[in-house]
């Protein structure tokens, strides 16, 4: 047998290129081909003022600082091709989608998430990409990044655009409720829904009644005992609400100064510490510390002195006020909009009922 120092040096490097283009094509046929998987929709959101009504095929909004904290829910809209994201109630996205066409209709109802997958594929259509499923039956039915084309389209799936399939996968945990609504023929229909959520964590209908006349606020704390608070002030309907792990426990009546001038969309988050000042009209209360931010799309309030005069313009019943400020942690976020959210401008009926029961 030849020594190996008698091998040509071209031949003895044959078996060391062989051996590594073997584990180069191993590691080629491992690694998924992003190239294979379509980008659907917007690479970016709009802005967050953008009315859902407003969005354009594939556009979407996306704003989690209004939120930053609690259970996710989302509601999807057949007949209006919109999907709604809340958490702790709050509105934090919205988005154009396409559901099934016909023979192949998304079923309506309450149901769960039950699978998340990333990579995912379908097993009955040919291997079709399915990024960012998050299943909610059974049967194969999910939200999943997919086309938008402007009418349902799907084989019974909710096709979301890609960046907003990414942002909620990563948002959502496993068990998220989803609510999908049929057409507007039907009672059971979650129509037009607005900046809260039409229902509750579960998916049961939200008990969103008004206040009665004279009524300055309702407070129920017991409604939900624990769990982080959000709250929301409306310019248009003049109202104050705050929602506890998604579920609203107290509401009051406001008076805004020189109401016809816009406050804004603005984001406020609760920091460690107080001021050295106390509340106008409650003298006992220190003022919390909070970071401000415009919600994106919106300019106004962009400085520490429109900030301070957003506050200063907003009154609220004091009794209201000291209940709100015992359950106010660091992280607790207070979205000042001028849109209207009461429930009288988002058509929600009272009752929701699921046509296929997915496996929880």
């Known amino acids: 047998m030849d020594h190996p120092a008698t091998i040509p040096r071209r031949n003895r490097q044959r078996p060391a290129l062989a051996a590594l283009l073997g584990i180069a094509c191993a590691a080629l046929l491992a690694v998924p081909?992003?190239?294979?998987?379509?980008?659907?929709?917007?690479?970016?959101?709009?802005?967050?003022?953008?009315?859902?009504?407003?969005?354009?095929?594939?556009?979407?909004?996306?704003?989690?600082?209004?939120?930053?904290?609690?259970?996710?829910?989302?509601?999807?809209?057949?007949?209006?091709?919109?999907?709604?994201?809340?958490?702790?109630?709050?509105?934090i996205g919205a988005?154009?989608?396409?559901?099934g066409k016909k023979g192949h209709e998304t079923p309506t109802g309450v149901f769960t998430t039950i699978l998340k997958d990333k990579d995912h594929r379908s097993s009955k259509y040919n291997n079709a990409p399915m990024p960012y499923t998050q299943k909610i039956t059974t049967d194969g039915v999910a939200l999943h990044a997919g086309g938008?084309?402007?009418?349902?389209?799907?084989?019974?799936?909710?096709?979301?655009p890609s960046e907003?399939?990414?942002?909620?996968?990563?948002?959502?945990?496993?068990?998220?409720?989803?609510?999908?609504?049929?057409?507007?023929?039907?009672?059971?229909?979650?129509?037009?829904?607005?900046?809260?959520?039409?229902?509750?964590?579960?998916?049961?209908?939200?008990?969103?009644?008004?206040?009665?006349?004279?009524?300055?606020?309702?407070?129920?704390?017991?409604?939900?005992?624990?769990?982080?608070?959000?709250?929301?002030v409306s310019r248009q309907d003049a109202r104050i609400l705050l929602m506890r792990n998604g579920i609203e426990i107290g509401r009051?009546?406001?008076?805004?100064?020189?109401?016809?001038?816009?406050?804004?969309?603005?984001?406020?988050?609760?920091?460690?510490?107080?001021?050295?000042k106390t509340h106008v009209g409650a003298s006992d209360l220190r003022l919390h510390r909070w970071a401000a931010m415009p919600l994106e799309g919106s300019q106004a309030g962009s400085t520490p002195t429109a900030y301070a005069d957003v506050i200063r313009r907003i009154r609220i019943p004091p009794q209201f006020l000291r209940e709100a400020y015992n359950l106010f942690v660091p992280g607790t976020t207070m979205v000042i909009t001028d849109a209207p959210v009461l429930e009288s401008t988002n058509n929600v009926p009272l009752t929701v009922f699921s046509t296929r029961e997915p496996d929880r």
């Open 33 to 91: 081909t992003m190239a294979n998987v379509p980008f659907w929709g917007a690479k970016a959101p709009v802005p967050f003022v953008t009315p859902p009504h407003a969005l354009k095929r594939g556009e979407f909004t996306w704003a989690p600082q209004a939120a930053p904290a609690g259970p996710i829910l989302v509601v999807v809209s057949l007949e209006e091709q919109r999907a709604y994201a809340y958490r702790n109630n709050v509105l």
């Open 95 to 99: 988005t154009m989608v396409s559901t």
């Open 148 to 160: 938008i084309p402007g009418y349902p389209e799907s084989h019974g799936c909710v096709h979301l």
């Open 164 to 232: 907003f399939a990414r942002l909620l996968f990563e948002a959502a945990p496993k068990g998220m409720t989803v609510v999908i609504s049929g057409n507007k023929s039907k009672a059971e229909d979650i129509r037009h829904p607005g900046f809260l959520a039409p229902v509750d964590p579960d998916g049961k209908a939200s008990d969103l009644s008004r206040l009665q006349e004279g009524q300055a606020f309702r407070w129920q704390p017991a409604k939900s005992p624990t769990g982080p608070v959000s709250v929301l």
């Open 252 to 276: 009051a009546r406001i008076d805004v100064a020189d109401a016809s001038r816009p406050l804004g969309s603005h984001v406020f988050i609760a920091q460690e510490g107080y001021l050295d």
